[in-house]
């Protein structure tokens, strides 16, 4: 059967036996930081072009149809137009910082993309503490945005970038938690020992109520860490007109722009791996006839199936609530969310003990 | 309270006022020195309670101008005109907007588009026109503006 | 245990209104075609149907004969808010040898004009009326001052 | 991209103005206006951050320019500058007559220009002392009505909108439109109609004006539910809107507050019902009051509104009587001498018509009361202690429409 991972292993043994091991590992980063900034801006379009179909279609519109059958090249006309456009650097700016935040915070998104599995056998690094890995390194990316927000001098800016560090250091904590939720039933931290231990069955069928109410706090939390309504205060534009990203324009705003997207796609990606199952068919125990149909789809449709569904919903929440205002932000993390995923995690922790899930 | 109650009652508190009658509503007239212990007590006194302004304006009659107010009582529902002359060379005139917290702004739209000045207002500065508007004030009738009005 | 108890009914009061819009929201999104918000302008310019009151400049209509019916009475230029409305008259002189005053010049500014429709309803003969057509939008400013009454046409015969 | 470009204009702008964040503000730039009612909330101006929120922004939906006093996300000041859009009505209307300056008025508050028409045409009859035949008056009620509901949609939108849910926006103005086409087959525009004439209505109603705002009425009815569904009930915006913005019975008296903004703060203040005018006396319809005061009570009260129009719409959309749709008046009109003042409720408030007239054909002098100056003036006091999002909210509950403000 045709899959990525026979791809993969190909190219790999290939080069392995081709080249010297030295020079076969640098021609394998070379292709796969090609096959990142490839999938990076693939994301970007594809993401944001649903984006405006879903909103359309919950607004009751067409949405974008002038620029190639149904409306499919209009990101492509659209990210051409923002390439050439002037970028602009503001007077009186912190010109260092200010060109330097953009980066940070697209490369910050690039390197997450490492350890995600995006099919049977398919993965960049497999990292033994992936899951570790994508909630430290996601964490940086705050520091390019008040990077902006400072360097911006625009107080518009400053107070963007200020909401977004206070709402990203305190989200950290719930999505973390319930992160470990499954750490600890899975008992690993290696993103293919996690997907493996569901092959029996997703973790939010096998793990009862307790799971369930970890997934709902992570998508809260993963809402709220990638900046995106209803929890966009650092960029509501009614309040602020853009957040932290108001005085760039041009190539820079496309990369803080395309970054939000792919965070959403990282989360997204990291929930359906960890609560879903990643590429892992649906299973259900005693039907045989219908597991084995299931497993004909190939399993980076399963990923990206299960990631596009979690996109989708997030999405839901952006074109159906008002935003938050500040203190009820921080008062929903500190009040609601983090109690509530601590007694979530102890409970978890107590039925991974006894064996209770199934 | 009926016009003629409310006359005689004005008429107490204010003897020098004169009185219009015929319009809308009952008219006063009063010398524009009496306004802040009358407005006080149009305000404060328990028959009368003219808690509501709805209307502040200027009138410019070219010899002079005359201040009008529009109250009301939001619990009695009677309503009177007051108006105040004012010399057109220097116009003053007690501010209310202690009393009417509204007539705040519309004291400041007055002062700017009529040129009356309002003693012990707050916060007398340009409110519609830009910062730094010299010369003459718009709704005056002399007022002219030789680039943007059109004659028709 | 109040407090718990109230803790917990908020969580529940907030998934349930929250669930509630996005319902709403979701409903919209599986029948997006059924209630469409949209006209395809300008694809649709030939089926756009405008009423016939809609008041999108004044026009001067002719008949075969390249006659209108406007006297030159000025009715509309003292009743433009605007100056909108410039009329020149002249004299004609009927066979009978009077002098007769008509209209020379109808002069239209459309930059000047709100679509107020006064002139029209102070029109004593229903000379003007008011064309359903809406794109105006020209290079110069000058292109935009028009002469309702076309070349060589003159006063229909029987209006006073 | 290099900084040294234009050296010159460089050190210059930094020298002039300094744009780094949490200096000092100059006190005679910045005067403190006086809060008579609370001192304790009067804000200390050293090392505080000011923002601009307009003339260019999209929570102001127009020209509005407040400049606002922070203390963090706190907002401690608000201090409106006007002027933006100033067109000197008044000072047009002295020059226009009596028939011709009714058109300007429908641009001051556009999105109840029947209104604004409305009460100029009132003020003219009221001195002409002519009586507007029966059937012009339930015509003029109607498109009044119908004005509300499309002006009250469109603000559910942009309050929605402003507290950052962008979906219901959308949804009004799907409803929006239906009144829009009513509005263009029987008044010939959809925004600014001049459709009151003194005397009566310029045109007659089209012949499908009355099917179509029945379909209308029927559609609207199951729409303004899902309206509460999306927005009322939503938890995040009762968080947003309740609490915050109160403001009491006696001050909103005093800063001039009406319609609906007053009225949620428990003040009777509906022209309709106070001073009843064409036949609003013979209609069924409650005056909405809400006594909460905050923004909520506020956005309940139009709400509720709306569906007090529908019912208004619903008794005399089949109830036309037939006759005359307009007096007979003079080709010229002269008020007499004197003063002349109508008032009405638009959809915002209270708007007052004051005509000074000497006889002529033209008015001497005319004021135009608009509600927006007035609720306006009290978004400061409101506004004092909450945050940037909250302020933002509150000048949504207020429905400004910014040249109704500037005239």
């Known amino acids: ?358 | 309270m009926t016009n003629e109650e409310l006359k005689k009652r004005i008429s107490e508190i204010l003897p020098g006022a004169s009185f219009e009658e015929g319009g809308q509503w009952l008219n006063i007239n009063m010398e524009a020195k009496d306004w802040r212990s009358f407005s006080n007590s149009l305000r404060d006194l328990p028959e009368l309670n003219f808690d509501y302004l709805f209307c502040l304006t200027c009138v410019d009659w070219k010899t002079h101008l005359t201040m009008v107010y529009h109250l009301e009582s939001t619990t009695y529902r009677h309503t009177i005109v007051v108006k105040s002359k004012l010399d057109r060379n220097a116009a003053e005139i007690e501010t209310v907007s202690n009393i009417w917290r509204t007539a705040e702004f519309h004291e400041r739209e007055v002062y700017e588009l009529f040129g009356v000045n309002f003693l012990n207002h707050p916060d007398l500065r340009l409110l519609i026109l830009p910062d730094g508007w010299e010369g003459k004030n718009p709704l005056r009738k002399d007022f002219e503006d030789p680039v943007n009005m059109i004659k028709l | ?160 | ?407």
């Open chain 3, 1 to 160: 245990m109040a407090f718990l108890k109230n803790y917990i009914k908020d969580i529940f009061g907030a998934v349930r209104s929250s669930l509630k819009g996005m319902r709403l929201t979701g409903y919209y999104a599986l029948h997006h075609r059924k209630e469409p918000l949209h006209e395809n302008v300008p694809d649709n310019r030939d089926e756009l149907n405008f009423p016939e009151r809609f008041r999108g400049e004044v026009v001067m209509p002719h008949d075969e004969n390249n006659e209108h019916a406007c006297t030159g009475c000025t009715a509309c230029e003292l009743a433009c808010p605007n100056a909108t409305i410039k009329i020149i008259t002249k004299f004609d002189i009927s066979p009978e040898g009077k002098k007769k005053k008509a209209l020379d010049t109808f002069v239209y500014h459309l930059e000047l004009c709100t679509m107020c429709n006064l002139c029209i309803v102070a029109c004593p003969t229903d000379a003007i009326k008011m064309a359903q057509t809406f794109e105006h939008s020209v290079f110069d400013r000058n292109k935009l001052t028009k002469v309702l009454n076309k070349p060589g046409s003159k006063i229909r015969e029987g209006i006073e």
């Open chain 1, 1 to 358: 059967m045709w899959s990525l991972e026979n791809i993969s292993h190909t190219v790999d043994s290939w080069l392995y036996n081709r080249f010297d091991p030295t020079i076969a590992m640098l021609i394998e980063f070379a292709i796969i930081a090609v096959a990142v900034i490839g999938l990076f801006a693939m994301l970007g379009l594809v993401l944001i072009m649903m984006e405006r179909k879903v909103s359309a279609w919950m607004q009751v519109r067409l949405g974008p149809n002038r620029v190639g059958p149904g409306g499919m090249f209009q990101t492509v006309a659209d990210t051409l137009k923002l390439i050439v456009k002037e970028g602009m650097t503001p007077n009186n700016v912190d010109r260092f910082l200010f060109n330097l935040a953009p980066f940070i915070v697209m490369i910050v998104s690039m390197v997450v993309l490492a350890p995600l599995m995006f099919a049977k056998g398919f993965q960049i690094w497999d990292i033994n503490i992936g899951v570790l890995f994508i909630i430290a390194v996601s964490s940086v990316s705050v520091i390019g945005i008040l990077m902006a927000g400072w360097a911006s001098n625009n107080k518009y800016s400053l107070i963007g970038a200020m909401r977004s560090g206070a709402q990203i250091v305190s989200y950290e904590l719930s999505a973390g938690l319930s992160v470990l939720c499954i750490v600890v039933l899975a008992g690993s931290l290696r993103i293919s020992d996690i997907i493996n231990s569901q092959a029996d069955g997703w973790w939010i069928f096998k793990g009862h109520v307790p799971v369930i109410i970890a997934f709902i706090t992570f998508i809260i939390a993963v809402t709220a860490e990638t900046n995106r309504a209803p929890f966009d205060l650092a960029e509501a534009e009614s309040e602020l007109t853009a957040g932290f990203h108001t005085e760039y324009s041009g190539m820079k705003f496309a990369l803080f722009f395309l970054s939000e997207y792919v965070n959403v796609f990282i989360v997204c990606a990291l929930g359906a791996t960890l609560f879903l199952g990643g590429w892992m068919p649906l299973h259900f125990g005693s039907l045989t006839g219908f597991n084995h149909a299931m497993d004909y789809i190939p399993s980076f449709i399963w990923f990206f199936g299960k990631t596009f569904f979690l996109i989708f919903i997030i999405m839901w929440f952006r074109w159906t609530f008002p935003r938050l205002r500040i203190d009820q932000l921080l008062n929903l993390e500190w009040k609601y969310l983090l109690p509530i995923s601590m007694v979530n995690l102890l409970i978890v922790t107590i039925m991974a003990i006894l064996k209770w899930h199934f």
């Open chain 4, 1 to 407: 991209m290099s900084p040294m470009i234009i050296p010159e204009m460089g050190y210059k702008r930094k020298k002039e103005l300094d744009c780094k964040v949490g200096y000092k503000i100059k006190n005679e730039l910045y005067r403190e206006t006086q809060i008579i009612s609370d001192p304790s909330k009067s804000p200390d101006i050293e090392g505080d951050l000011v923002i601009n929120i307009g003339p260019q922004h999209p929570a102001t939906h127009g020209v509005l320019h407040l400049v606002i006093t922070l203390n963090g996300e706190t907002v401690k000041k608000v201090e409106p500058h006007l002027g933006y859009i100033h067109r000197s009505i008044e000072k047009m209307c002295e020059s226009l007559s009596y028939r011709q300056f009714i058109y300007v008025t429908s641009r001051m508050d556009y999105l109840s220009a029947h209104m604004n028409n409305h009460g100029c045409s009132m003020c003219v009859e009221k001195g002409l002392q002519i009586e507007v035949p029966p059937r012009a008056q339930v015509i003029r009620v109607l498109m009044d009505e119908l004005t509300r509901l499309a002006s009250h949609q469109l603000w559910w939108g942009a309050m929605a909108m402003d507290v950052g849910a962008l979906t219901p926006f959308f949804l009004a103005f799907r409803e929006r439109e239906m009144i829009n086409d009513i509005m263009e087959e029987t008044c010939g525009a959809r925004l600014t109609m001049n459709y009151m004439v003194p005397g009566g209505v310029m045109t007659d109603i089209h012949p499908n004006f009355q099917r179509k705002v029945k379909e209308f009425i029927v559609h609207f009815k199951n729409k303004i539910d899902e309206y509460d569904e999306l927005v009322t009930g939503n938890i995040i915006f009762q968080n947003r809107t309740k609490g915050v913005g109160y403001i009491s019975r006696e001050d909103a008296i005093s800063y001039g507050m009406t319609g609906g903004s007053a009225r949620g703060s428990g003040v009777s203040c509906d022209i309709r019902k106070l001073y009843p005018y064409e036949v609003y006396d013979k209609v069924q319809f409650n005056e909405i009051i809400e006594m909460g005061g905050d923004s909520f009570a506020r956005y309940m009260v139009r709400m509720k509104e709306m569906r007090e129009s529908i019912s208004i719409i619903d008794q005399l959309i089949d109830n036309i009587p037939e006759g005359e749709f307009q007096a007979k008046t003079k080709a010229v009109l002269k008020l007499p001498k004197g003063e002349f003042y109508s008032r009405i409720e638009t959809a915002r408030g209270e708007f007052g018509v004051y005509i000074v007239s000497e006889g002529g054909t033209t008015p001497y002098r005319i004021k135009f009361r608009s509600p927006g100056f007035s609720n306006l003036s009290a978004l400061d006091h409101m506004a004092r202690g909450s945050k940037i999002g909250d302020m933002v909210a509150m000048m949504a509950t207020l429905d400004l429409v910014i040249p109704d403000i500037d005239r």
